[in-house]
């Protein structure tokens, strides 16, 4: 494994600033073809306690409903709208190691450890998760989580860190008997498929499956996305859930009371970092 990166202060904060130009650019694509997005995460923490970036974060996330996470993708893909913000969406001949799609800004090198051995742009990403319905009662509900690790397993082709005991060896083990990149295209594809059958704009509920084993399987009312408000983020305005404070207490809680300093970290782990070196 390649040593991580301790970003300066300074560092740190040229990587926000820059990674602000790929999150204004979503936004204007997004509002000049009328689709929906959301901050989420520590983006949105931030918009809400600090009107910007919280200060040792150091990316950018955003949420979009299932339908106009798919129309962004067909349009991105068609329109090709920028050489320098780049769509990185795995399919059948492409690997990044990521379940979601991204913005890739390609005037700059950054590199995370878990993508280090693969052929993919090495760019400053700015992460789309999508949100998907989710299904009603236990058992269905049981059945699409099922789906979801399918389609995570095959998808990333590896086992999450802090998968462990029966878990971990049946992962490794699915990934050892199917070993061909055109199989597991096919089953993660499938298993996407599954787990998406619930309307986003008919469940009650919704949850964000591609975010990360963490936040799969937080239940979030589908009431908290009816409607958008804008909300200052760097001085500029973007879009978040107008029940945004409903949405951060139920993965966050108190969100606006400050970790303790020991956690105030940058929490993605960079191996390279070049600004003035565009990716490949």
């Known amino acids: 494994m390649a040593e991580l990166l301790k970003l300066s202060d300074e560092k740190l904060r040229q990587l926000q600033l820059t990674e602000l130009e790929a999150l204004r650019f979503f936004d204007e694509f997004c509002r000049s073809h009328d ?7 520590g983006c949105l923490i931030g918009a809400v306690r600090h009107k910007g970036f919280i200060p040792w974060d150091d990316d950018t996330d955003v949420l979009m409903p299932r339908p106009d996470y798919e129309i962004f993708i067909e349009l991105y893909t068609k329109e090709k709208p920028s050489e320098r913000f780049v769509l990185v969406n795995d399919d059948e001949t492409h690997f990044s190691g990521n379940i979601f799609a991204t913005i890739c800004d390609t005037n700059h090198t950054m590199v995370k450890d878990y993508q280090a051995d693969i052929d993919t742009p090495h760019g400053i990403p700015l992460d789309i998760f999508p949100i998907d319905g989710l299904a009603y009662g236990k058992c269905a509900r049981y059945i699409q989580y099922l789906w979801v690790m399918i389609y995570s397993l095959f998808r990333a082709q590896t086992v999450p860190k802090n998968h462990g005991g029966l878990l971990g060896f049946g992962s490794k083990a699915l990934l050892g008997i199917f070993r061909k990149p055109k199989t597991r295209f096919k089953i993660w594809k499938y298993a996407e498929k599954r787990m998406t059958r619930y309307s986003f704009d008919e469940s009650a509920y919704v949850a964000e499956f591609c975010a990360g084993f963490h936040f799969m399987k937080k239940v979030y009312p589908r009431s908290i996305y ?55």
């Not at 689709?35 to 995460?41: A, D, E, I, K, M």
């Not at 606006?256 to 929490?267: A, C, Y």
Request: glycine share 6%; charged share 30%.
């Open 226 to 280: 009816d409607g958008t408000v804008e909300l200052l983020f760097e001085g500029e305005k973007f879009f978040a859930m107008k029940n945004y404070d409903e949405y951060l207490k139920i993965p966050f809680g108190n969100y606006m009371e400050l970790p303790p300093e020991e956690e105030r970290l940058p929490h993605h782990d960079i191996v390279k970092l070049e600004f003035d070196t565009p990716c490949r």
């Open 35 to 41: 689709l929906t997005y959301y901050l989420c995460g």
